[in-house]
């Protein structure tokens, strides 16, 4: 069974400061997700990695891929208020193209402070 | 206009009503996903459609039924709503058509009080 863990599950920063907010699954998955929600929205998509060793970068976030590890990260540099939100990582197993249930973590609500 | 709209937005129902949540979407995609949010729990998959005829149970279906009315529309149905089935509600669609990537894009979301 997939299972999905996010942590930090909260994370206050302040302005500028450098973070990286960790997804580990545990079983092998072929896609990893991530996704960002803003209070009382839905959910945008932010990237999505499809191979081990896979970076995608938007902005002032990075996102990789560790298959091996089965670890993606987020990694947010100089933080700007704006970034703050709850963002969700969600990984899926696909089987010759017939299943794709994505399994999300937990989120990890972000709070950037000047 | 929104590629994926659900409707209500918003409704409060009474324990023991029949409930309905309708999805539709413009992207022409083949594949339709239903989630419940709860706080500090994340989305759970309710059930999925990767087409017309294809309706499977997600990781919490009990309560729960759905209908593929075509491929642009997927409704929920709650037949005897009870009280801890008061979330907020996604639906999300995907395309995993050559050369695309199944990401799921998702709707704005209807929020469901029972009392």
């Known amino acids: 069974e997939l299972k999905v863990e996010q942590n930090p599950l909260f994370l206050s920063m302040q302005e500028g400061k450098n973070y990286t907010i960790y997804c580990n699954y545990s079983?092998?998955?072929?896609?990893l997700y991530w996704y960002r929600q803003d209070p009382g929205k839905s959910l945008e998509s932010l990237f999505v990695?499809?191979?081990?060793?896979a970076v995608k970068q938007e902005g002032r976030l990075m996102a990789s891929l560790d298959t091996k590890a089965r670890l993606s990260t987020l990694h947010i540099t100089a933080a700007v208020h704006d970034l703050s939100a709850t963002y969700f990582c969600?990984?899926?197993?696909?089987?010759?193209?017939?299943?794709?249930?994505?399994?999300f973590g937990k989120g990890t609500k972000l709070s950037v402070k000047p | 206009d929104a590629d994926v709209t659900q409707t209500p937005r918003n409704r409060i129902t009474k324990t023991g009503k029949r409930i309905m949540l309708e999805c539709s979407q413009t992207?022409?995609?083949?594949?339709m996903y239903w989630y419940r949010q709860d706080p500090g729990l994340g989305l759970r998959l309710i059930y999925y459609?990767?087409?017309?005829?294809?309706?499977n149970k997600g990781e919490i279906s009990d309560g729960y039924s759905v209908s593929r009315q075509a491929q642009a529309k997927f409704s929920l149905s709650l037949e005897s709503a009870i009280p801890n089935q008061t979330a907020l509600y996604f639906c999300?669609?995907?395309?995993?058509?050559?050369?695309?990537?199944?990401?799921?894009?998702f709707g704005p979301g209807t929020r469901l009080t029972v009392l």
């Open positions: 079983t092998t998955s072929d896609r």
């Open positions: 990695l499809l191979s081990n060793g």
């Open positions: 992207k022409g995609h083949d594949r």
């Open positions: 969600a990984a899926t197993r696909i089987y010759g193209g017939s299943q794709g249930n994505l399994i």
């Open positions: 459609s990767f087409d017309v005829k294809d309706i």
């Open positions: 999300a669609t995907s395309d995993l058509g050559q050369g695309q990537s199944d990401t799921q894009y």
